[in-house]
């Protein structure tokens, strides 16, 4: 498997998989909750880089910040208000995966 898929597969696992309801529910408000999921998800597309030979440590930091500021929740609601302009659920869902994604694509540039 390539890099991309490892970090995929790391991204389905710590962002579903791994996620409790305490943190699905509390992460757009709390910081703890926030965290804690940020940290765990982190460490998941981490460990599953390593079976392709890992990400940088500005990788890291990169799927770090940018899963707080993307479960946040505003970065993600400005873009489907003024980008996108979806209003049904799943599609806000898709908007924030298609951003996780791009993380991770940002992520392997980085290493190259």
């Not at 899963?67 to 806000?92: Q, S």
């Amino acid at each position: 498997m390539t890099l991309f898929e490892w970090l995929l597969v790391g991204h389905l696992v710590g962002d579903f998989l791994l996620q409790t309801r305490w943190m699905a529910v509390k992460k757009g408000t709390q910081w703890l909750p926030l965290l804690t999921h940020a940290a765990v998800y982190t460490l998941t597309v981490y460990l599953l880089s390593l079976l392709a030979g890992g990400i940088s440590w500005s990788g890291i930091a990169l799927i770090f910040g940018a899963h707080i500021i993307l479960d946040r929740r505003e970065f993600v609601e400005f873009w489907t208000r003024h980008v996108t302009g979806a209003t049904a659920p799943w599609l806000v869902i898709m908007v924030d995966q298609s951003w996780h994604i791009v993380v991770l694509a940002i992520v392997i540039l980085l290493r190259a």
